[in-house]
């Protein structure tokens, strides 16, 4: 396929000299290595597909796992598996299935069908949502609406970013997301966190995972503003990164540590506000303040203005940390 200038950038960050040869480790299994700047990246992929959809397989690991790169510069953790199955139940999505395990080593699982080009499984949303949650050192239970939320931000971001949706669709899916929030209104009137801890037993999944957007565009949106576009959420992250990429941190913690590493008393308030919210927060004002216009139900983004130009930082690929 062809790639935007974005998205060359964001491939580069694989070089060639850092990709080694598959082994086989199994009869189940094949394994690829990939470095990047002494990170590993191992790849396991199920022998029961075709040697050709392997190869597509890895074109689209490459892919995805270089939009990833591309938030800090390099992956989250150090070392760390992407390991790739065929489902078993017929589907027409290319990745109908995937989850994230905190392990010794963390892995992310997807189960994909038997045959899918490298583009379809590229313009999957799923990968970029589940590659997402490893850009915080999450310990893995307890206010799930926070890490779904972040998922639910920075897949579309990293969609933009890597040039395979625009600019305005990726507005639009998060106005169309935020709009399926408010449409689940059989928990409204209940706090967030009490809908999010009670997830798989009763639903709510569209009030928990965009009420958690909205954490997230809340908080890009006033570091931005606050600091003329000195500050965003990408370079918050990445401190939090730095200090405890190894470590397993509660939620509480993660908003602690991301309030003291960049200076500010942001990320604990919205925390309080979200987790007591009643209803997905109101986003017409965010968006209004990035120059994004809202006519029925179709967003139009302004060219110019400090709304514009702090909209477009969103979606440019982060400048690497000198």
Known sequence: MKHSASALLLIAL???ASLASPA?????????????????????ISNQFKPAMRDNLMQWVDYIAAALGGVYGHWPTRHWQISIAPTAA???????????R????????????????????????????????????YQGSGDAWFSEGLASYYQNILQARAGLISEREMWQRLYNGFQRGLAETQFDGQALQAVSDRLREDGGFMRVYWSGAW??????????LQSGGKLSLD????????????????????????DQLNRVVLFSILYDEVANSTAVPPFAAIFASLGIDIEDGQIRLQETGPGARLRRGIVAVPAPAL
């Open 14 to 16: 694989l070089s060639p």
């Open 24 to 44: 086989t480790t199994a009869d189940e299994t094949t394994r690829y290595l990939r470095v990047q700047d002494g990170r590993q990246l191992e790849v396991l």
């Open 90 to 100: 017929s589907s027409s999505e290319p990745i109908p299935w995937a989850q994230v």
């Open 102 to 137: 905190r392990e010794d080593i963390t892995r992310v699982e997807f189960f994909t069908a038997a045959f899918a080009s490298a583009d379809e499984l590229q313009r999957a949303w799923t990968s970029y949502h589940e590659l997402a949650h490893l850009l915080i050192p």
């Open 215 to 224: 954490y997230f565009l809340a908080a890009d949106t006033r570091l931005r």
């Open 235 to 258: 370079k918050a992250l990445e401190r939090l990164n730095q200090c405890c990429a190894e470590e397993r941190l509660p939620v509480p913690e993660i908003v602690a540590r991301l």
